[in-house]
């Protein structure tokens, strides 16, 4: 058996990655047990941390997979970051979490509890109406909508989500769908019922996710602004998920398998599961070398056992981290491999993806981190090392590879037809799609 990780936070508690190896199928988790805060606390804030008292927390492991088991504390974020020491303090406990473990906890608040709980009581309203109805949910301009069970490609195998795609509702009197601008367009939505919370969730998701960036500054120690200066009209997107339980499948794609290893491409992640389970993640280290806006990370050491299960806990976000943090970075905080398996019941999950706007060309960090920035410790290639050069030059405009990564994923859908057909990838170039570069 694995020893067990821990990181010592120096406020207060203990949080880590704990261990064990592969758990029966099986469900019944309890509800994380945060530890009370005793009144004389609040002068330890903004700590955050509390361990999960639960030994069975891997019980909800898919069957067939090997992995560790994830026992994340739970941090708890300030109403507002003033850029005090506390968060400071909280924003380095943070990066060195993700440096740690690839994955850290966030409390929800009771706002955030209700809109995720009428988010998710939406999303299995959608996913249980008839597939002519939700197949309607397309758009030729946007990725936004409805992605059948088999539709996605992770790897070139199809991937069992069934997904609701959000991505900035556009009209076509917008000057950007006018300009055909690609992934560009409306929102499908089926009805109101789906519409109101979903953007609620995501709203209140998009305010948490500019709280967690500054605190990333603080701790990263780069001015304010260093990386919230590329969230103006951040291109911020929400992908509703069920997973389909692993006996129901169409066919269409590996047993078992929900979706492949892959990277997500923007900031970072924020997650919310079911209590049904199947996320795995897999934790950064000096010996992985992936950067997936220049080569495919996808599939990335997917049959390996060595995985780290993230165990549902209710009333809590999970972030991790993107494609675009690792290259801001310079692999400092490393996008963080994951994958998702299929269990015995049916499972529904949020992503939702922080992200730069679609405009902006986005340059690495210069200094921060006592030099920690500057320094690439990922070993590449001779070829590898001339793309690196390249891309400190021009650096990289991220609606390019958003578009990139989109065409990838669904090479058949009809916004990749008409994108192609109308030759809309070439207007990436322009200057008025790159307005939001670093000089
Ligand atoms: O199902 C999950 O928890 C994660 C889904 C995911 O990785 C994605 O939508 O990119
Ligand atoms: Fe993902």
């Known amino acids: 058996m694995a020893s067990r990780a821990m990181i010592t936070t120096g406020t207060h508690g203990t949080f880590g990655l704990g261990s064990s190896m592969p758990f029966p199928p099986g469900f019944n988790v309890k509800k994380p047990q945060l530890t009370p805060r005793k009144a004389s606390e609040p002068e330890k804030r903004p700590s955050l941390i509390s ?81 002519s109805e939700k197949a309607a949910c397309v758009d030729s301009q946007s990725y936004a909508g409805y992605i059948a069970s088999g539709e996605e490609v992770t790897d070139g195998i199809a991937d069992y989500s069934e997904i609701f795609t959000i991505t900035k509702d556009l009209d076509a009197s917008d000057p950007r769908v006018r300009a055909r601008w690609p992934c560009h367009g409306p929102c499908p939505w089926p009805d109101v019922e789906m519409k109101d919370p979903m953007v609620r969730y995501s709203d209140i998701l998009g305010a948490e996710g500019e709280k967690l960036l500054k605190l990333v500054e603080l701790g990263l120690d780069v001015a304010p602004g260093s990386l919230t200066r590329y969230t103006r009209d951040g291109w911020h997107h929400t992908r509703v998920l069920r997973f389909p339980p692993r006996n129901a499948t169409n066919g269409r794609g590996k047993e078992g398998r929900g979706i492949g290893s892959h990277t997500d491409y923007g900031l970072f992640v924020i997650s919310a599961q079911d209590d049904v389970g199947a996320l795995f993640i897999r934790r950064p280290s000096q010996n992985e070398a992936f950067a997936n806006w220049r080569k495919s990370a996808a599939g990335f050491k997917e049959d390996a056992d060595d995985w780290v299960y993230v165990p549902p806990a209710y009333g809590v976000h999970t972030v991790i981290l993107g494609d675009m943090m690792q290259y801001l970075t310079r692999n400092y905080l490393r996008a963080t491999p994951h994958k998702v398996g299929l269990n ?85 170039a322009r200057p008025e799609l790159r307005i939001m570069a670093r000089t």
């Open 344 to 428: 015995t019941r049916e499972r529904f999950a949020f992503a939702y993806f922080h992200e730069p706007s679609f405009q902006a060309v986005l340059k690495p960090l210069e200094t921060g981190c006592g030099g920690g920035l500057s320094k690439d410790n990922v070993s590449c290639s001779s070829q590898e090392e001339e793309e690196e050069e390249e891309e400190e030059e021009e650096g990289i405009h991220y609606g390019t590879h958003f578009t990139n990564m989109f065409m990838r994923n669904y090479p058949d859908r009809i916004t990749t037809k008409r994108l192609l057909a109308e030759d809309r990838y070439s207007l990436l």
């Open 51 to 131: 361990p999960i008292v639960d030994a069975g927390l891997g019980k909800t492991m898919p069957q067939g997979y090997k992995a560790t088991v994830a026992q994340l504390g739970t941090f708890e974020l300030p109403e507002q970051v003033t850029g005090g020491s506390r968060d400071r303090r909280l924003g380095k406990a943070l990066v060195q979490a993700w440096r740690k473990d690839g994955i850290i906890q966030i409390a929800m608040n009771d706002t955030q509890k209700k809109l995720c709980d009428d988010a998710m009581a939406a999303s299995r309203r959608f996913f249980k109406k008839p597939h």
